[in-house]
């Protein structure tokens, strides 16, 4: 193994990209997503391999905080990330916006309890010719120097978790013990994983051992000003209707724990904007997009009904 893999300060560094982020549509393909049940080598040549996990267009991201910077920062050393927060508040959308930043293809695996290690690291196929291995999304993005996106991980079984915990420390490999091979990671890769720290129960968190591998940054809904503009980005509604829209998601917030699970998150708000955009009249697209899908509690859509009318 060479030194320079071994390290955890690779000293390959990618060029930076331009930051900004004044112009942009939002991302709406999902070539860089891998389905577990889908390895993401079917797809993808032997060589020039990562080209169809590219982020092309620059992603609309809003910063919240300091948290470009301090991914950045955990990315030069290749610190492996963690996004933790609510349903809807900005993950998804800021790992794409970071993969594109910092020019490296992005492979997303939405984890689920029925993926097993083999949809991670990858099997040996049976064809015509014989048998032939084909690597999973984590192989090959450790193999070509992807990030790795590992969507819910808290979803995934902890026996399936543990396969990436080489390659999330200061050894940085995965072994193929079916291969019979074992990979040193990239220097470009990383591994960032999302959790949703309201919905772990005893049965189904991380282990320590697991989590104490990852630097952890905290996402939450925004602050009203920063969340309506992105509301007002997204769905194309005028900018005092996506503040209404952010009152009554704030409203819903504090219900959180007094009759609901989960407050309204901003993709919710984008929702509701959209219909309206569409010429939905505003107590419709809200009691659609916001209320209805949220809780089947007669009282608490009455409440939050009520909540909207004080708006619209
Ligand atoms: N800071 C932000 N800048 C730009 N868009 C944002 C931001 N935060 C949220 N959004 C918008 O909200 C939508 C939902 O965000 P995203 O899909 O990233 O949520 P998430 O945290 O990954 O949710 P989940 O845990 O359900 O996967 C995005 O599609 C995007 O339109
Ligand atoms: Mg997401």
Not at 19 to 26: D, W
Not at 200 to 218: N, P
Request: hydrophobic letters at 40%; aromatic letters at 6%.
């Amino acid at each position: 193994m060479s030194e320079n893999n071994r390290s955890y300060l690779p000293r390959r560094e990618t060029s930076p990209r331009p930051s900004g982020f004044s112009v942009q549509t939002s991302v709406r393909r999902a070539a860089h997503v891998a389905t577990p049940s889908a390895p993401a080598a079917a797809a993808v040549p032997a060589n020039g391999a990562l080209d169809n996990y590219r982020v092309r267009a620059q992603p609309y991201y809003r910063p919240v905080a300091d948290e470009i910077d301090l991914y950045e920062a955990a990315y030069s050393v290749r610190m492996p990330i963690m996004l933790k927060g609510p349903t809807g508040c900005g993950k998804t959308r800021f790992v794409e916006y970071m993969a594109w930043k910092l020019d490296r293809p992005l492979i997303t695996v939405a984890c689920n309890e029925d993926m097993t290690a083999s949809d991670l690291v990858g099997r040996i196929l049976l064809d015509a010719n014989g048998t032939r291995w084909q690597d999973g999304p984590l192989a090959l993005a450790a193999r070509h120097g992807a990030i790795c996106y590992l969507d819910e991980v808290v979803e995934a079984r902890q026996d399936t978790t543990v396969v990436i915990h080489p390659l999330t420390d200061a050894r940085r490999i995965l072994p193929l013990e079916k291969k019979g091979e074992i990979i040193e990671a990239h220097p470009d890769f990383q591994v960032v994983i999302s959790y949703n720290p309201g919905y772990q129960s005893l049965m189904k968190d991380l282990k320590q051992s697991t989590k104490q591998r990852f630097g952890a940054l905290d996402f939450d809904y925004p602050q009203h000003e920063i969340e309506a503009e992105i509301v007002a980005h997204e769905s194309g509604i005028a900018l005092d209707v996506a503040k209404n829209l952010v009152h009554i998601a704030e409203r819903a917030r504090n219900l959180k724990g007094h009759g609901l699970d989960e407050g309204i998150s901003t993709r919710m708000l984008i929702y509701a904007g959209s219909l309206i955009t569409r010429g939905v009249a505003p107590l419709a697209a809200c009691r659609v997009a916001l209320v209805r899908p949220i809780t089947d509690d007669p009282d608490m859509r009455d409440a939050l009904d009520a909540a909207v009318t004080t708006y619209f």
